[in-house]
């Protein structure tokens, strides 16, 4: 029982980092319970009132709020939990901190699907977030003859630019009966990699279809054809408002003749 205790306490990390104002510091815990990862900030004092708390992950805002407390916490799977998290106090000169929070690589694909027509580049990007960061990403093909690996010059024609948080695969010159299929993008870690679950993600190149581009190019071409025949047949078909002879001496002779007549 003791050890498992002390499993569990050897999960909890405990850090200090200077805070904004004089004499604050924000503490930072990081607790995994198993399912869920627990994020905590504490700010020992602020001279300055606090309005509310911001969480943010990669430039996206996971929580906000406007609660005055010196303490917030965010909760996030534990699946899901690498990367480098950074929580604010508010107004943001109150204070903030970055939590970097260690797991196995998470990739995602910025389109599970991509589209060519023949002769263009496609561009396959693929994107991770996680902490530690990738330091090697490998791009493969899946065939029924088995996997095939990419790199840079493969069959004279991939090339791979990459990044710790992204990386592409560009197929120029994209050849409908060879090219299409599933390609699959796989990251490492300091933490490992796996060939399967979130250390990769697949996507799909698929042909353009070509067809539905030149039907809803013909029918805008038709439609902007027609539309100066509808307007003059609107003209023509609507009421139009009752001239007047052009001469006044027969219109006045006219009203005349229609007040003796009645």
Known sequence: MAAGQIAVLGLVLLSAQGGFGAGSRIWTTINDDGSQTRLTCALNHSATEIVGHRWVKGGKVLKEDTLPDLKTEYEVDSEDRSGQYSCIFLPEHAGRTNLEVKGP???????????????ETAVLVCKSDSFPPIIYWLWYKKSESGDQVITNGTQSKFFVVSSESRTELHIPGVDLKEDPGTYVCNGTSL????????????????????????????????????????????????????KSSGNPLNDKDKNVRQRNSS
């Open 105 to 119: 690589p998470r990739v995602m694909a910025v389109k599970k699907s991509e589209h060519a027509t023949e002769g």
């Open 191 to 242: 933490e490992g990699t796996s060939l399967e679950g979130t250390s990769q993600a697949a996507i799909t190149l698929r042909a353009r279809n070509c067809f539905v581009l030149v039907l809803v190019t013909i029918i805008f071409i038709y439609e902007k054809r027609r539309k100066p025949d509808e307007v003059l047949d609107d003209e023509d078909t609507g009421s139009a408002p009752l």
